[in-house]
T-cell receptor
Framework: QKEVEQNSGPLSVPEGAIASLNCTYS??????FFWYRQYSGKSPELIMS????GDKEDGRFTAQLNKASQYVSLLIRDSQPSDSATYLC???????????FGKGTTLSVSS | IAGITQAPTSQILAAGRRMTLRCTQD?????MYWYRQDLGLGLRLIHY???????GKGEVPDGYSVSRANTDDFPLTLASAVPSQTSVYFC????????????????FGSGTRLTVV
């Protein structure tokens, strides 16, 4: 059973809209959650981390965590064409030794 | 510029050959990791090292070996390459070993695109 699940997309939104990306995880003991952005042909880049239930905002990005539902999401406000990328959700594994990644959601923002 | 350097950037390798992918970081991070990324399968952990002198197996370790002689270097060796090892390989590091408490995110290298023919 895969530990981190994401819809593969593609998710298409018009410029200026809110993009909502979702992720579920299987390990109830997980404490650390991350969102990475990966442009085609490039390496993953950390954009958000979240550890506590609720919302965490950083500029146009908001991460939301609900540990009871084992759900973490990423909202991108005022989406720009430059936000078009694959977004990877990641959770610390049960052994606490490494990040487990979802397969990613591809976001396309049209101008 | 601080970060992770991977070499080579890309390589075409004959099946059965031995190959070492190099990874060097200058951030003095304790932990280092090797992932492979394949279309439809995402990023999968191959091996990790929480500190110099120690290594551990990840999700897909077969056919790969690693060593961690010092803090900065974490090479990945394919002893006898096979076509199924065709992939993009990413090295990553973090400034403390994994824990089930708060954990800082990883910094990734730019990757090595390996094709085994």
């Amino acid at each position: 059973q895969k530990e981190v699940e994401q819809n593969s997309g593609p998710l298409s939104v018009p410029e200026g809209a809110i993009a909502s990306l979702n992720c579920t995880y299987s390990d109830r003991g997980s404490q650390s959650f991350f969102w990475y952005r990966q442009y085609s042909g490039k390496s993953p880049e950390l954009i958000m981390s979240i550890y506590s239930n609720g919302d965490k905002e950083d500029g146009r990005f908001t991460a939301q965590l609900n540990k009871a539902s084992q759900y973490v999401s990423l909202l991108i406000r005022d989406s720009q064409p430059s936000d078009s990328a694959t977004y990877l959700c990641a959770v610390i594994n049960q052994a606490g030794t490494a990040l487990i990644f979802g397969k990613g959601t591809t976001l396309s923002v049209s101008s | 510029i601080a970060g992770i350097t991977q070499a080579p950037t890309s390589q075409i390798l004959a099946a059965g050959r031995r190959m070492t992918l190099r990874c060097t970081q200058d951030m003095r991070h304790n932990a280092m990791y090797w992932y492979r990324q394949d279309l439809g399968l995402g990023l999968r952990l191959i091996h990790y090292s929480n500190t110099a002198g120690t290594t551990g197996k990840g999700e897909v370790p077969d056919g790969y070996s690693v060593s961690r002689a010092n803090t900065d270097d974490f090479p990945l060796t394919l002893a006898s390459a096979v076509p199924s090892q065709t992939s993009v390989y990413f090295c990553a590091s973090s400034d403390r070993p994994g824990s089930r408490g708060k954990h800082d995110g990883y910094t990734f290298g730019s990757g090595t695109r390996l094709t085994v023919v």
